[in-house]
C-alpha cells in the first residue's frame, strides 16, 4: 500500500484591520499577486477593497496590510484567500492582534502649526480632483496620493469631500493602478496609515512636527511627500 504524505502548514499569526479580518472570513477565492518586494506582497482579491498585503514587520502599515512578525516576506506559491486565512502554497498566515486603520475624528488644527507646515510642504489644489486622479507613475501614482491624504484630513477634521469620494468609489478602478485604486477606497473610508495619523496629531499639537513630517515624507520615493501635501490642504480648508 501506497503512503500518502502531506507537507505540513506554516501558520503566521499577522496583525490586521478589522476591515481585513472580515474579508479573511469569507469564503476561500483566488488572489493573483500584483508585485513582489523583500519587505512586502501585494495581491489582488475579489474581497475589501480589491487588494491585501502581506507586510514585513518595517514595512509602511498600509490598511489594506496584514503585519508579519517576519522582516522578509518571500511567499512562493498559489495565493488563496479566505476561510479564515490568505494562503501562500503551505503558508497560512491568519489574524492575530486586531489594529486600527480609521482616522479620528478631530478638532480643527492650530493655525501655527498649519502655518508651519506650509514652510516645508506646498499644499496640494484639490479644487479639480479628477485631474489628479491617476495622474503620474508607479504603484501609486502621486496625484492619487494626494487625494488619499486630503481624504484622511477630511475624515479628521470633518470637511465635506462626498464629491471627491463618489470619483474614487465610482472611477480609481478604471484610471490608476490596482493598489493604487484600494488604497483610495480605504482613505475614502477614513482609514490611513500611521504615517498620516502622526501628522494629524502634529497639526493639532499633540506631538512636535518635523519628526512627524520626516516620518511621512520616508515612505515611498514620492508618496509620503504627496500624502503631506494632501493632508496639509485639508488642514488648511479646516
Not at 2 to 21: E, G, K, Q, Y
Not at 94 to 119: E, F, M, Y
Not at 204 to 228: I, K, Q, Y
Request: hydrophobic share 50%; glycine share 10%; proline share 8%.
Amino acid at each position: 500500500m501506497a503512503t500518502v504524505t502531506t507537507t505540513p502548514t506554516v501558520t503566521f499569526r499577522a496583525s490586521v484591520p478589522l476591515r481585513m479580518r472580515q474579508a479573511l472570513s469569507g469564503p476561500p477565492c483566488r488572489g493573483e499577486v500584483l508585485a513582489r518586494f523583500p519587505s512586502a506582497v501585494y495581491v489582488a482579491v475579489p474581497q475589501a477593497f480589491g487588494v491585501i498585503a502581506v507586510l514585513g514587520r518595517d514595512a509602511v502599515r498600509l490598511p489594506c496590510g496584514l503585519v508579519v512578525p517576519a522582516a522578509n516576506v518571500d511567499l512562493p506559491g498559489d495565493v488563496v484567500m479566505g476561510g479564515g486565512a490568505l494562503r501562500f502554497g503551505d503558508v497560512a498566515i491568519r489574524p492575530g492582534r486586531l489594529v486600527s486603520a480609521v482616522v479620528a475624528r478631530r478638532p480643527p488644527p492650530q493655525r501655527a502649526r498649519v502655518r508651519a507646515a506650509q514652510a516645508t510642504v506646498d499644499p496640494a489644489d484639490v479644487t479639480d480632483p479628477r485631474q489628479l486622479l491617476g495622474r503620474g507613475a508607479g504603484l501609486t501614482p502621486e496625484g492619487d496620493d494626494v487625494l488619499a491624504g486630503y481624504l484622511a484630513g477630511a475624515a479628521a477634521y470633518g470637511i465635506p469631500a462626498d464629491d471627491m469620494r463618489t470619483l474614487v468609489n465610482g472611477e480609481a478602478a478604471s484610471r490608476t493602478t490596482t493598489l493604487s485604486a484600494a488604497l483610495l477606497r480605504h482613505a475614502a473610508a477614513g482609514e490611513a496609515i500611521p504615517q498620516v495619523d502622526g501628522l494629524l496629531d502634529a497639526l493639532d499639537g499633540r506631538r512636535p512636527l518635523d519628526p512627524a513630517l520626516a516620518e511621512l515624507f520616508a515612505v515611498g520615493h514620492t508618496s509620503g511627500a504627496a500624502l503631506a501635501s494632501g493632508v496639509v490642504a485639508a488642514a488648511i480648508a479646516a
